[in-house]
């Protein structure tokens, strides 16, 4: 089991970080949480979780302002979008220990190759697929609705016959905070796995201005969400991954059973924050183009969202 004595950072302190970061605190780890536009209200007040699945939790936390304040840390947990990946680079290399292993806990494909170059060479980099329904309520305020659930991948570093060992240590910390965690021996595999909901809901959500509950009540939405899974399937395929048999349709049985729930671009949408186009939908797009395969409805789908975020940021 992994040592209470570890020293966990987490950066980007929103509702991943913060939900994640804060069952960490509970458990005994200590933890130290960078924020940017939230640091003074949960400097002052701490941070809370209202969950579903473990009540409310309150703490007053380890929060800083700037990476150089913060002790150097064993493992680093990114909560932060994608699209902030480079402009964070700096930060984690700067709180991390020697051998720290670093943990991208964000949507889609390719975001450990942009973040790669930027770590020294003695970092471990892993990436996390999250299956949660969270979100932020307010600064310093998060509501958790459903599931948790971490997959953990190895991605590279100087891990040399021992990666899976170390993606096990990342588990066994989860687990001793009492968040379900497994170890992915295939890290593309699992990252192709979490597009299969990731494309339909994150997308339609924004498109169609709905939430899981209509989206899946709808005959036509409900349809279009199949046939975006299924392609998704496809894209993996053709790069060589073959999912899980009738795992689209698990997927669709999981969604019935949640709680309504708007997933995280929309909410990037109605913030008027930039979209995680490039991991979620251009990555896996440009992928399976490569290996000859072409997803019309999520190429449809990723244009139209093209359009939405370009005049978001006009705006």
């Known amino acids: 089991m992994e040592s209470r004595s570890t020293r966990i950072g ?7 970080g913060g939900f994640y970061g ?6 005994g780890f200590e933890v ?11 400097r002052e007040q701490g941070l809370s979780l209202q969950s579903a699945v473990h009540g409310q939790v309150h703490m007053q936390v380890n929060a800083y302002a700037s990476a ?7 493992w680093l947990l990114v909560g932060a979008k994608a699209t902030s990946n480079a402009e964070l680079a700096p930060l984690i290399v700067q709180a991390a220990a020697p051998e720290s292993r670093v943990v991208l806990l964000q949507n889609g494909l390719g ?11 003695d970092m471990h980099l892993l990436g996390g697929l999250c299956f949660i329904c969270v979100n932020r309520e307010a600064p310093g305020v998060i509501r958790h609705q459903a599931l ?7 991605h590279s570093g100087p891990a040399a016959g021992t990666a899976l060992a170390i993606v096990e240590e990342g588990a066994a910390l989860f687990h001793a905070a009492g968040i379900d965690s497994q170890a992915m021996e295939n890290l593309d595999q699992a990252r192709w796995q979490k597009l299969v909901w990731n494309v339909p809901y994150n997308g339609l959500s924004v498109l169609l201005q709905a939430s899981t509950t209509p989206l899946m009540a709808d005959a036509d939405s409900r349809l279009l969400i199949q046939q975006l899974m299924a392609e998704v399937v496809q894209g993996a395929q053709a790069c060589g991954l073959v999912l899980p048999q009738g795992y689209a349709e698990h997927l669709l049985r999981i969604t019935e059973q949640m709680p309504d729930y708007w997933p995280s671009m929309y909410h990037d949408h109605a913030q008027q924050r930039p979209l995680e186009l490039q991991a979620i939908y251009a990555e896996p797009l440009a992928r399976a183009r490569a290996a000859g395969c072409h997803l019309v409805r999520m190429e449809m789908l990723y244009q139209s969202l093209a359009f939405i975020d370009r005049r978001n940021r006009q705006a």
């Open 10 to 16: 987490i950066i980007g302190s929103g509702a991943i």
């Open 22 to 27: 804060l069952m960490l605190a509970r458990a």
């Open 32 to 42: 130290h949480f960078l924020l940017r536009s939230e640091y003074e209200a949960v």
């Open 68 to 74: 150089a304040d913060m002790p150097l840390c064993d």
């Open 111 to 121: 975001v450990e190759d942009q973040l790669r170059p930027a770590l020294r060479p």
């Open 148 to 154: 948790g659930a971490v997959n953990l991948g190895y």
